[in-house]
């Protein structure tokens, strides 16, 4: 049995204490957002916020969760107005769009950590969420645009027309 918050809504599920907090996500709440890749913590396609934190769904326990808050990528926004899916649109980051939630999930998490982070802090703090194909670069710069966007250095409109970063 655990109780935690989920995307701001009270939660219980009675399933065993190791159960993975990814199948708790994806098999009784249906938050399919969250993906099942590796399952052995290597790839970041799992990665929630547990307090705030990026973690490893496949590999946490939900009973890390108990007392906790746990925010997937359907509690972000619905309409998609947070500053990292505004340039994630606006950069056009997805391509099979597998490892996505994953890497928005780490991008928010760096952003709230480093509100202007370097190239370097992002390839370091992100270098846990692999995508196959390959979007390593636009998803740096999404993250610059991010950081401009929640700096109020560009408006959404302005990321949207590519006037946001130019990395
Ligand atoms: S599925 Fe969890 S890290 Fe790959
Ligand atoms: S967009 Fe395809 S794995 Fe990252």
Same mark, same amino acid.
């Given at each position: 049995?655990?109780?935690?918050?989920?995307?701001?809504?009270?939660?219980?599920?009675? #399933? @065993?204490?190791?159960?993975?907090?990814?199948? /708790?996500?994806r098999e009784h709440f249906?938050?399919?957002?969250?993906?099942?890749?590796?399952? &052995?913590?290597?790839?970041?396609?799992?990665? #929630?916020?547990?307090?705030?934190?990026? *973690?490893?769904?496949?590999?946490? @326990? /939900?009973?890390?969760?108990?007392?906790?808050? #746990?925010?997937?990528?359907?509690? /972000?926004?619905?309409?998609?107005?947070?500053? /990292?899916?505004?340039?994630? &649109?606006?950069?056009?980051?997805?391509?099979?769009?597998?490892?996505?939630?994953?890497?928005?999930?780490?991008? *928010?998490?760096?952003?709230?950590?480093?509100?202007?982070?370097?190239?370097?802090?992002?390839?370091?703090?992100? =270098?846990?969420?692999?995508?196959?194909?390959?979007?390593?670069?636009? &998803?740096?710069?999404?993250?610059?645009?991010?950081?401009?966007?929640?700096?109020?250095?560009?408006?959404? %409109?302005?990321? =949207?027309?590519?006037?946001?970063? %130019?990395?």
């Amino acid at each position: 049995m655990a109780t935690f918050s989920l995307n701001g809504e009270r939660r219980e599920i009675d #399933v @065993p204490d190791a159960h993975p907090l990814l199948w /708790v996500l994806r098999e009784h709440f249906a938050l399919t957002g969250t993906k099942f890749g590796c399952g &052995i913590g290597q790839c970041g396609a799992c990665t #929630v916020h547990l307090n705030g934190q990026p *973690i490893r769904s496949c590999q946490t @326990p /939900v009973s890390a969760a108990e007392g906790a808050e #746990v925010m997937t990528i359907e509690g /972000v926004t619905a309409q998609g107005t947070h500053s /990292v899916q505004q340039a994630w &649109i606006a950069e056009q980051v997805p391509q099979c769009g597998y490892c996505q939630s994953g890497q928005i999930m780490s991008a *928010i998490a760096l952003l709230a950590a480093r509100p202007t982070p370097t190239d370097e802090e992002i390839d370091q703090f992100m =270098s846990g969420n692999i995508c196959r194909c390959g979007a390593y670069n636009s &998803i740096r710069r999404a993250i610059h645009t991010a950081s401009e966007i929640q700096a109020g250095q560009v408006t959404t %409109d302005d990321a =949207s027309a590519g006037g946001g970063s %130019d990395r």
